[in-house]
């Protein structure tokens, strides 16, 4: 399994096409989603996007931004200018479809294809928190494909509607991250560079394929085909710490999820990533998370409940622990 896939799994996004009715200029919206990231991309014109106290940031046609939420953010035509009234809040489960004609209209009208991406789990998080509050990021290849496949679905209101388009926008999310990622002015964790390393690669893909497997640096090695001293002595130099400290953390951001979105016991989520007994995995979760397990299921469902959204039951399927 792709590391990568694996972080961007949890994330499913929800589009909305705003158009004339929406940025008539002068015009300035404010996002109130309150989502993880918002994928900002321009069918028409362009726009700035003003986050907090951030640089305003231009985006135009054949470019993708991507900001970092929950705060709000304001994207207007002139960051310079003082609206005539507050921005207006829009939110991209709330935001009208537009029709074709719009789409295809003038180039100087601006027609903005929005969507919200939420997640309260731990894994897509660690992704999250290695992005700039906005970047943007110029079309590669594939998302200029995509673009023009998402344009059509838009265009043309092809059969599937909002499901389809909302997928399309998962896939464009991936695309430009992974191109962000893999470009020169990226910051990305040390993990993600480390993938593409030939001792290193091997071993993470294996802890991050196999989480609840026995692993020890000498099976870790073995995978990677070099000695236990050279696996430990590269995994630090590239990560930044020692292959079973890494481990550990994994198997408790993926143990947080398991506690905030099913119904699981605690004694079946430490065999789910990799401990024997209910004690010896509250033990390592409390050193590592500072909070014991029952804790940190109920704080991740009183969270839930305050913000509207109970984190989903993930239900079990044939052949899980029960």
Not at 17 to 31: G, I, K, T, Y
């Amino acid at each position: 399994m792709d590391v990568f896939d694996d972080l961007l799994g949890g994330i499913r996004g929800r589009g909305a096409v705003f158009d004339r009715s929406v940025l008539s200029p002068p015009w300035a919206v404010r996002f109130v989603d309150g989502a993880s990231l918002t994928l900002c991309v321009p069918l028409r014109g362009q726009g700035w996007i003003v986050r907090g106290s951030g640089k305003p940031r231009l985006i135009g046609v054949g470019e993708t931004a991507v900001v970092r939420g929950p705060e709000p953010f304001v994207f207007t035509d002139d960051p310079a200018a003082t609206p005539p009234e507050p921005p207006r809040e829009v939110r991209c489960d709330g935001g009208g479809a537009t029709d074709g004609s719009t789409v295809a209209g003038s180039a100087e009208h601006t027609v903005l294809l929005a969507a919200a991406f939420r997640t309260q789990e731990q894994v897509p998080r660690l992704l999250l928190r290695a992005l700039p509050p906005v970047l943007v990021v110029p079309d590669g290849p594939d998302c200029a494909a995509l673009r023009s496949s998402i344009e059509t679905q838009v265009g043309e209101g092809r059969s599937g509607g909002q499901p389809v388009l909302d997928r399309l926008l998962d896939w464009l999310l991936v695309c430009t991250l992974r191109h962000w990622f893999d470009g020169p002015g990226a910051a990305p964790p040390t993990w993600y560079r480390a993938l593409g390393d030939a001792v290193v690669g091997p071993a993470l893909r294996a802890v991050h394929t196999t989480p609840e497997r026995p692993w020890t640096i000498a099976s870790l090695a073995a995978q990677a085909g070099v000695s236990r001293t050279t696996l430990a002595r590269r995994f630090t130099e590239l990560v930044g710490e020692p292959p079973l400290t890494y481990l550990t953390r994994w198997r408790m951001a993926l143990a947080a999820d398991l506690l905030a979105e099913t119904e699981l016991t605690v004694g079946a989520v430490a065999r789910r990533v990799g401990y024997a007994d209910a004690f010896a995995f509250s033990t390592a979760f409390k050193r590592v998370r500072g909070i014991s397990p029952t804790g940190a299921r109920s704080r991740s469902r009183d969270a839930g409940e305050r913000s509207g959204e109970v984190p989903p039951l993930r239900p079990l399927t044939s052949g899980q622990v029960e």
